[in-house]
């Protein structure tokens, strides 16, 4: 289950002058914040050193803990990175994206990442807002994880389902 907060906007009749949500985002997001954020994430995905890493997304308002690794191009939410938790000694993949908000045509979505102890996250799988990642869970590489994962499960594929529990 993903848990959402929904953001509806009003932009007067659709037919005449069309406007999707993200026409709208810098009245909900500074453009400067967002400006800030983006580099330090772009920063956080190239430098090689994990402790620099942690220390520029932490600079973002994420949470994240002890001992966490973060692979080589892992891109995390410029817009609403504080929505994001990262549990101790997990290990983010490379290419892994971590998404805390969804653009949609009439409304916007945000929801919270939490992602447990012990984790694992396979390369190249996103995230999606509103996701529990249970401690000890493993995610298999190229994952779509758009609902919550039981802790100490295996899952992998588009959309992730369970393959196993440990």
Same mark, same amino acid.
């Given at each position: =289950?993903? /848990?959402?907060?929904?953001? @509806?906007? !009003?932009?007067?009749?659709?037919?005449?002058?069309?406007?999707?949500?993200?026409?709208?985002?810098?009245?909900? &997001?500074?453009?400067?914040? +967002?400006?800030?954020?983006?580099?330090?994430?772009?920063?956080? &995905?190239?430098?090689?050193?994990?402790?620099? @890493? /942690?220390?520029?997304?932490?600079?973002?308002? =994420? @949470?994240? *803990?002890?001992? +966490?690794?973060?692979?080589?191009?892992?891109?995390?939410?410029?817009? %609403?990175?504080?929505?994001?938790?990262? #549990?101790?000694?997990?290990?983010?993949?490379?290419?892994?994206?971590?998404?805390?908000?969804? %653009?949609?045509?009439?409304? %916007? /979505?945000? *929801?919270?990442?939490?992602? *447990? @102890?012990?984790?694992?996250? #396979?390369? #190249?799988?996103?995230?999606?807002?509103?996701?529990?990642?249970?401690?000890?869970?493993?995610?298999?590489? =190229?994952?779509?994880?758009?609902?919550? +994962?039981?802790?100490?499960?295996? +899952?992998?594929?588009?959309?992730? &389902? !369970?393959?196993? /529990? &440990?």
């Amino acid at each position: =289950m993903r /848990r959402l907060t929904v953001y @509806k906007h !009003q932009s007067g009749n659709l037919n005449v002058n069309p406007k999707n949500s993200l026409n709208y985002m810098y009245y909900y &997001k500074g453009p400067i914040t +967002v400006i800030r954020n983006f580099i330090l994430v772009w920063l956080s &995905k190239y430098t090689p050193t994990l402790s620099l @890493k /942690r220390f520029l997304l932490r600079m973002t308002g =994420m @949470k994240i *803990g002890k001992n +966490v690794n973060l692979g080589l191009c892992a891109a995390f939410d410029i817009f %609403f990175p504080e929505l994001i938790e990262i #549990g101790d000694n997990t290990i983010i993949g490379y290419n892994a994206t971590l998404l805390a908000h969804e %653009f949609l045509i009439d409304s %916007f /979505r945000t *929801g919270r990442i939490v992602v *447990g @102890k012990n984790v694992m996250i #396979g390369a #190249g799988t996103t995230v999606l807002p509103g996701v529990q990642i249970g401690d000890g869970a493993v995610v298999s590489a =190229m994952s779509l994880v758009n609902r919550d +994962v039981p802790p100490g499960s295996f +899952v992998g594929g588009i959309p992730a &389902k !369970q393959l196993r /529990r &440990k």
